[in-house]
């Protein structure tokens, strides 16, 4: 694989090995050795491709984000387990992005982050992922004239709703949400009302998918 996979700025590369403790030596107690079990079972060799930094890409400093650095895992096997990928992005003090080789297909994987009232930035919502890209179409660019906005752009490449800030990325990311709970409980009644034998209760629960699509309807109409 070429050393710029991604087809960013030359500045931007770093394509240096990582040994595996690196991650795990962050690590603590039994999940220290669950850790190293994953990495030395599961992962050939992990890369560090690139350092998106304000000195690496000539933008202006962040007050949220001051460095994105982007890790090649090249896996033994697949499939793979995303929560010791989720566990090795909590050890890092800087957001991460993942390309996750395996059998020929590559993944782009981010678990998002924001800062806590302590001024740690910490994992916020689910990961975001893209499966099997052609890296040819250059999947992600770098978009924004500072750190956080490069940041909240890539968030909103690889959920792909479209935000260029974190604040915009996690406002969608909850709306999106609400849409899959709402879908979800809707399934859960149709199934419901299929099974009810009685028809009173049929028109009931038939009503209430209606009220929920009429919510769904309305959540989209803000996404």
């Not at 895992?73 to 989720?86: H, M, N, S, V």
């Not at 909850?174 to 034998?197: A, F, G, N, S």
Request: proline residues 4%.
């Amino acid at each position: 694989m070429s050393n710029n996979p991604l087809s960013l700025p030359e500045s931007t590369i770093v394509d240096c090995n990582v040994p595996k403790n690196a991650f795990y030596k962050r690590e603590s107690g039994s999940r220290k050795n669950a850790l190293r079990n994953f990495l030395t079972d599961s992962v050939e060799e992990i890369r560090w491709l690139y350092k998106l930094h304000p000195s690496t890409l000539h933008l202006a400093v962040g007050t949220q984000v001051e460095e994105i650095d982007i890790f090649l895992c090249t896996l033994k096997e697949a499939p793979y387990d995303t929560e010791w990928l989720r566990r090795m992005d909590a050890l890092m003090p800087r957001p991460s992005l993942f390309l996750i080789a395996y059998e020929g297909c590559i993944d782009l994987l981010i678990f998002p982050r924001s800062r806590n009232a302590q001024g740690a930035m910490v994992q916020t919502g689910r990961m975001e992922q893209q499966i099997d890209v052609d890296l040819k179409k250059s999947p992600i660019s770098i978009v924004g004239y500072s750190m956080d906005a490069v940041y909240g752009n890539l968030l909103g490449q690889l959920s792909q709703l479209g935000t260029n800030t974190v604040e915009e990325y996690l406002a969608k990311a909850d709306l999106r949400d609400q849409i899959h709970t709402l879908r979800k409980k809707c399934d859960t009644l149709r199934r419901k009302m299929r099974k009810e034998p009685q028809y009173n209760r049929q028109c009931e629960i038939r009503r209430q998918v209606r009220q929920l699509e009429k919510e769904i309807e309305r959540v989209e109409d803000l996404l």
